[in-house]
């Protein structure tokens, strides 16, 4: 790094005055500068972590979190360590920013994934399970059962387990049988008449759940006067290890021991060479389940032998055996959070309001309401079901000609597919853009694609080479002698169960040049178009990328000629090289940088004549956050843009994304003083970045007032 003497008077920032006369060159190239990705998405499950090992959250939201950290980390290992396996194996290195070799994150991500498996089982062991028992939710061990409670998950396992159960054997004559991805198996140890051992593995079923409860008893009166019920379950590998004999009828059961697989679900496409996306992608998800094994666990008392069958059958890296103490696969106490009516070990219930421009009812009209002024939904404060109640009265509307969209996770059930469904069967000009490509979520696009494709719906599946990840409606009405159209964008999905967990913005409108925008995104998506510019709307990989580089840029030059710039960036992922540079640039100008990340983030905060005015914090509650908004003070004159794309690589130059402006002046203030300022004063919900990558709590002084971000807006809302 190479010192210069800046021989200009210093700039005073409003938070910040540089006291110093120097300027530091640095080589923004630096891998020093960057975090690595992986590591810095481990670092979002210990905040999830620490959900569950908070106290002051309801106990069984505790068990959800503890839940979500299990689910997260299975995805984990299917997508992130399947994809470096990969690079492994090929000798292909694509390094990222900070330098690391696949082996070397490889080596990082095994020392961290097992201190947070290990924690997770000390967690249940030493804390949840126990208060859970005190609030009588006892989550048992089969040894653990009496008499009345063993007859119960004995007859359970013969009356319906038993008979789904396949034992599969391995010797000579039976190869080892194929383990599937993210299966719970016993192996077990047998000995015949004949004194000979053989090796078997059962499967345990995902027919049924994995904590069986058995009958509830009611407990002791509170003090309220209520009588909850005691609950019990137990888990149902052990009851099926227990009652193996009925599987292996005169045989000796030596030993029995659980593992549990995971396997690389990282898929890649051949999009260029598939004359039916479809029937490819059907295909691609059947194969999921054959791909290498990237994670076994185990419980220590595995004896080394068996230990050898699985390391070797399995093509193993003995390295990627995770020995754990207690049950496997803790996602599956997210039964125990979903079964138990304890509403009093839960998070206030709450119903989502309905925003005021629609009235209370939404038998309004809608279309009325939208052409008034533009309408900002901030879920799941506000309901989504204006969004559904919009497209379901746009398929029932005469005047209505055409309805398109982009469906990315839309979840079963859907309201949004069976309203698409509804215009089409009404005459109208139906296309849907069906995303098949969105991770964990094929199996049910398919289904929807083939269900719109009978209904006669105009389905397409994107662009070759891109996964379609904007989230956008088209509504075309007839009104009087000329055409309008009616444009719903979102920073998240149109599913109407998750719009209650996870907090997005939208925005419906019928403003005239995002309508043609909008029309002319899905000539591009199910047409053929090499549309280069649009007049309102950022589109990825079209202008998205220039164009946020250029707000920052305005902001670095408002900055550097005395005039007033500030950046607040809220996303999910901040990853992209080049951005992180352009944002170490504004830093380096003046400009005070807050980024609120809820999950990867390779940008070093705080560091000296880098990113001195950056900030990094994350939100971590009962809502998910979901939401990207893109906030410029532009010397006054704010800019404020929201959509479906995080500062990745592949948002910017691998998917087909939208980012739009909020053009209201009101939605603006909204934005920036009931929004985002609320963000800025949390300190209950959020962690702060420090330099080395690791989070702490925002720091509190005393007589500081506790912000939740996520309840001050809940109350908010209710209040309103």
């Not at 690079?87 to 292909?92: C, I, K, V, W």
């Not at 901030?378 to 398109?404: C, G, Q, T």
């Not at 209904?455 to 002698?481: F, N, W």
Request: hydrophobic residues 40%; contains cysteine; aromatic residues 8%.
């Amino acid at each position: 790094m190479t010192v210069v003497k800046d021989t200009k008077s210093n700039e005073k920032n409003e938070e910040l005055e540089l006291e110093d006369s120097f300027q530091v060159e640095y080589d923004l190239d630096d891998p020093e500068l960057f975090l690595n990705r992986e590591i810095s998405m481990l670092q979002f499950q210990w905040r999830v972590f620490e959900e569950a090992a908070d106290p002051s959250n309801p106990l069984l939201e505790r068990v959800k979190f503890l839940s979500i950290v299990a689910s997260n980390m299975d995805e984990f290992f299917m997508v992130r360590v399947g994809g470096l396996k990969l690079q492994l194996e090929a000798g292909y290195v694509d390094l990222p920013p900070d330098g690391l070799t696949p082996a070397e994150q490889l080596a990082l991500i095994r020392k961290e994934a097992h201190k947070m498996m290990r924690d997770s089982r000390k967690l249940f062991a030493n804390q949840l399970r126990p208060e859970l028992a005190d609030q009588g939710i006892h989550i048992l061990n089969y040894a653990d059962l009496n008499d009345r409670q063993t007859e119960l998950a004995d007859r359970y396992f013969h009356d319906l387990v038993f008979p789904i159960l396949t034992p599969l054997a391995f010797d000579p004559g039976h190869p080892f049988p194929h383990i599937s991805n993210l299966s719970l198996n016993l192996a077990v140890t047998i000995r015949g008449r004949n004194g000979q051992e053989h090796f078997a593995r059962v499967k345990v079923p995902g027919t049924y759940p994995r904590l069986f409860p058995l009958k509830r008893s009611s407990g002791s009166t509170r003090k309220d006067g209520t009588v909850p019920f005691n609950h019990y379950f137990v888990w149902l590998d052990q009851v099926i290890a227990h009652n193996l004999d009925a599987l292996f009828p005169g045989m000796e059961i030596i030993e029995v021991h659980p593992f549990r697989v995971t396997r690389n679900a990282d898929m890649i496409i051949q999009e260029l060479e598939a004359d039916d996306l479809l029937e490819t992608m059907e295909k691609s998800v059947l194969r999921r389940r054959f791909g290498d094994v990237v994670r076994v666990t185990i419980n220590p008392e595995m004896p080394e032998h068996i230990r050898e069958i699985l390391i070797e059958n399995l093509k193993l890296d003995r390295n990627d055996l995770y020995i754990l103490d207690g049950p496997l696969g803790f996602n599956s106490l997210m039964t125990v959070h979903e079964t138990v009516d304890r509403y009093d070990l839960r998070d206030p219930a709450f119903i989502p309001v309905t925003h005021e421009a629609f009235g209370a009812t939404l038998d309004g009209d809608i279309f009325s309401a939208i052409r008034q002024k533009d309408i900002l939904l901030h879920h799941p404060y506000d309901s989504f079901i204006p969004v559904v109640k919009f497209l379901d009265r746009a398929a029932a509307d005469p005047d209505v000609l055409a309805i398109k969209q982009t469906l990315y996770r839309t979840g079963s059930n859907s309201p949004i597919v069976e309203s698409l469904l509804k215009a089409r069967q009404n005459g109208k000009q139906v296309a849907a853009l069906v995303e098949l490509k969105a991770r964990f979520d094929e199996e049910s696009n398919i289904e929807w694609a083939r269900k719109l494709e009978q209904e006669g719906v105009h389905v397409t599946y994107g662009l070759l080479g891109l996964k379609t990840h904007s989230k956008i409606a088209l509504v075309v009405r007839q009104e009087d002698e000329s055409i309008r159209r009616y444009v719903h964008l979102s920073t998240g999905n149109y599913n109407a169960v998750t719009s209650h967990v996870y907090e997005d913005l939208g925005l419906i409108t019928c403003d005239p040049d995002i309508g043609e925008d909008a029309s002319d995104l899905f000539n591009s998506l199910t047409g053929y178009s090499e549309k280069s510019n649009y007049r309102k709307l950022l589109v990825a990989p079209v202008n998205l990328r220039e164009r946020i580089a250029e707000l920052i840029r305005r902001e670095i030059e408002h900055r550097r000629n005395g005039r007033k710039a500030r950046i607040i960036i809220k996303c999910n992922h901040i990853i992209d090289k080049e951005m992180i540079k352009l944002l170490y640039q504004a830093s380096q100008a003046g400009v005070r940088v807050d980024l609120f990340v809820r999950g990867m983030c390779t940008l070093r905060p705080g560091v000296a004549g880098v990113s001195d005015l950056i900030t990094v914090r994350s939100v971590v509650g009962r809502f998910l956050e979901h939401s990207r908004i893109y906030y410029f003070l532009n010397d006054k004159d704010e800019a404020v843009y929201m959509g479906s794309a995080d500062l990745m690589p592949r948002n910017l130059n691998r998917r087909v994304e939208i980012v739009y402006p909020v053009q209201d002046p009101r939605l603006v203030r909204l934005i920036r003083d009931e929004i985002l300022e609320v963000y800025l004063q949390d300190n209950l919900r959020t962690r702060e970045m420090l330099p080395d990558g690791s989070y702490v709590r925002v720091a509190m002084d005393d007589g500081d007032e506790l912000v939740d971000v996520q309840e001050t807006l809940l109350q908010r809302r209710i209040r309103d």
